[in-house]
């Protein structure tokens, strides 16, 4: 079982719902991300947060809006989407970033498999 | 954008062969990590290597990194049906803190 628990497993939405995607780690992590990943090919980073901080926004569109309650909790709120951003959402956590986070794995839940109809 | 290039994209073996899987990557590095996804499910870490080691062992798991070639292989002994899966290499790059860029993934299959 996997430390990082994501939930819904699956959601299908029209393209004028709004939804939310949850993510929730008790490791104790400070670092936690969201990617993106299509059939057959790589997770691509979309945000990333430090310290319930965001640190990186890799140039997602507005329509996808990340939230960080407090430092177990990752959230992912879904607006407006369009049938291309119908992927596997992955989040993941490590223990830290910056000097402090170097060479510590990252650890991923099972994802939440969007479909935009 | 993709940092590592994995070779070879799909690899089909029977079980108790060895599976090796290349990757190749542009800049400099501080480690490098191998992930396994099964269908339908997250990422696993599998080995981390770090920039100034040359070869780590897990298991039936052994990485090699050459830092000269920018480039690495997972190696998996002895496989099972249970090894059927996709491996990613991911690279830590320097002064990213724990960013990781991942490569295009390796889709194996072990045919019992």
């Known amino acids: 079982d996997t430390e990082v628990t994501q939930t819904p497993k699956h959601l299908v939405m029209g393209m004028t719902n709004k939804k939310s995607l949850k993510c929730e780690q008790h490791?104790?992590?400070?670092?936690m991300y969201w990617y993106k990943q299509k059939a057959k090919k790589p997770p691509e980073l979309m945000f990333v947060?430090?310290?319930?901080?965001?640190?990186i926004n890799e140039s997602v569109p507005s329509r996808f809006s990340p939230e960080c309650p407090n430092s177990s909790l990752l959230n992912l709120h879904l607006h407006a989407l369009q049938p291309e951003d119908s992927a596997l959402y992955l989040c993941a956590s490590s223990q830290d970033l910056g000097r402090r986070g170097l060479n510590q794995p990252q650890h991923f839940g099972d994802g939440t498999r969007l479909s935009i109809l | 954008s993709q940092q590592g290039e994995e070779d070879p994209q799909a690899l089909s073996i029977q079980e108790g062969e060895n599976a090796t899987m290349n990757c190749s990557y542009k800049?400099?590095?501080?480690?490098l990590q191998w992930y396994r996804q099964n269908s339908g499910r997250g990422l696993v870490h599998l080995i981390l290597?770090?920039?100034?080691?040359r070869e780590k062992h897990s298991g039936r798991l052994r990485v090699t990194l050459d830092t000269s070639k920018k480039s690495s292989s997972l190696l998996i002994t002895a496989s099972r049906a249970a090894d059927t899966a996709s491996y990613f290499c991911a690279t830590g790059l320097n002064n990213a803190g724990n960013m990781l860029t991942f490569g295009g993934g390796t889709r194996l299959m072990v045919k019992p």
């Open positions: 800049t400099s590095i501080n480690n």
């Open positions: 290597i770090r920039s100034n080691e």
């Open positions: 490791m104790g992590h400070r670092a």
């Open positions: 947060y430090s310290y319930e901080k965001l640190s």
